[in-house]
């Protein structure tokens, strides 16, 4: 272990946060180097259209690409779309409040024509829900900056993450919380390091994000940096059945619908007409040979539907293998519709036995299907950890809290008032 880490990040005083976050985690000194990005100094390019470049990682990810740095420290959401060659992600951490924040001036309100500074479209849209009439121009530079435009009168708000916020002691301020999603991976940070550096990955391991699975595939979860233990609450079992009629198309909802239907009728896809509900779904049928036709553009029952009624099914018929706890959505739409078709159970899902689960060791709780949720009942995890995958296993997840479906955001985070 060298004599003291040295971590590379961007000289702004939210980096300088975000590295005293990271040494203070570590087992061993740290020796910060800071460096101006060419994000930093151009300050008249507007961020709006910008997309995943390395418009805020260049010049710190260079330092360690020359070995002047053992590691980089970047704001997770500022990451590139690719990473350069000869370095990779090492740690990406649980991070903090994931939200954006509009902050005002105290004692003030909105009002139509407020003008409100912001660096993201998406961060615009969001805002709009606020208040009726607001005016929405750009604005870049540090938090410090863009707080002393606020405070000059130069804008009427300014949104800020909240997680920046907090980690600059901010959050006497008065603000107002934006609905919706923000930008994907906000308040987590990314630890850049060399391809092959083994001292620094066991050094920064403990950083990571720790993710226990509970459904049935984990392959396609999980970013670099972080740390996904399965652990499977659930396991599927198949059923007997019988195709009772020739069919033009097959509907296929999830992977073990694929898995189950090919070992039994091994030659039934050949010249069908192949749906799929989701991208695993279509991955699974794509590695089987069989790519599908057609995806459903929600991952859901209703996304299915939706594609159903875009198909001319004149002189078609639908083959709908399932699992015996589907919701009858799907069934529902066929026979309404007149459509010719057979609908059949080929697997089910029941709870596995597992020993008990220490959901202290881990940051997130993945929940897949609401079969997952059950299978908890009783021993679900602290609300803050929960993650449900699609909104059927989090309307699941937010009856079993007595939540509506759309309050979770609300309810177990609370909400930041002016």
Not at 107 to 117: D, M, V
Request: proline share 5%; aromatic share 6%.
């Amino acid at each position: 272990m060298p004599l003291s880490v040295k971590i590379a990040a961007r000289n702004s005083p939210l980096s300088r946060s975000q590295v005293a976050e990271v040494a203070a985690a570590l087992s061993a000194p740290c020796t910060p180097i800071y460096t101006e990005t060419h994000g930093d100094l151009d300050q008249s390019r507007s961020l709006r259209d910008l997309g995943k470049t390395d418009f805020f990682t260049r010049e710190v990810d260079a330092l360690v690409l020359e070995k002047k740095a053992d590691v980089a420290v970047h704001s997770a959401k500022d990451l590139p779309a690719s990473i350069p060659e000869g370095l990779q992600v090492i740690a990406l951490t649980p991070g903090i409040d994931s939200s954006d924040s509009l902050v005002l001036r105290e004692g003030e309100t909105l009002f139509a024509g407020a003008r409100i500074g912001v660096s993201s479209l998406g961060r615009e849209k969001r805002a709009c829900s606020l208040y009726k009439g607001l005016i929405f121009v750009d604005i870049r530079g540090t938090i410090e900056k863009r707080l002393e435009k606020l405070q000059r009168k130069e804008v009427d708000g300014v949104v800020i993450a909240e997680a920046a916020l907090i980690r600059l002691g901010l959050t006497h301020l008065s603000r107002l919380r934006l609905p919706g999603p923000s930008t994907p991976l906000q308040g987590r940070l990314a630890i850049i390091a060399r391809v092959g550096d083994a001292q620094m990955e066991a050094l920064f391991a403990p950083l990571r994000k720790k993710i226990l699975y509970l459904g049935l595939d984990p392959s396609r979860y999980g970013l670099p940096g972080e740390e996904v233990t399965h652990t499977p609450v659930i396991e599927t079992f198949p059923l007997s059945f019988k195709v009772q009629k020739e069919f033009t198309h097959v509907l296929f909802t999830s992977r073990s619908g694929v898995d189950y239907f090919l070992h039994h009728y091994p030659q039934g896809l050949f010249g069908k007409q192949v749906l799929a509900l989701g991208e695993a779904t279509a991955a699974r049928l794509k590695e089987l040979g069989y790519p599908p036709q057609a995806i459903a553009p929600a991952a859901h029952a209703e996304g299915v539907v939706e594609l159903l009624r875009s198909i001319d099914w004149t002189g078609m018929s639908l083959l709908y293998p399932h699992s015996a706890l589907s919701r009858l959505v799907i069934e529902s739409f066929l026979s309404s519709h007149g459509i010719d078709h057979q609908a059949i159970a080929i697997y089910s899902t029941r709870a596995r036995r597992v020993n008990l689960l220490s959901f202290d060791l881990f940051d997130e709780v993945v929940f897949t299907s609401p079969s997952t949720v059950d299978a908890l009942q009783g021993l679900l995890p602290a609300h803050e950890k929960c993650h449900a995958i699609g909104e059927i296993t989090q309307k699941a997840l937010n009856k079993s809290f007595g939540l509506a479906y759309g309050d979770k955001e609300n309810k177990l985070q609370g909400v930041l008032h002016v």
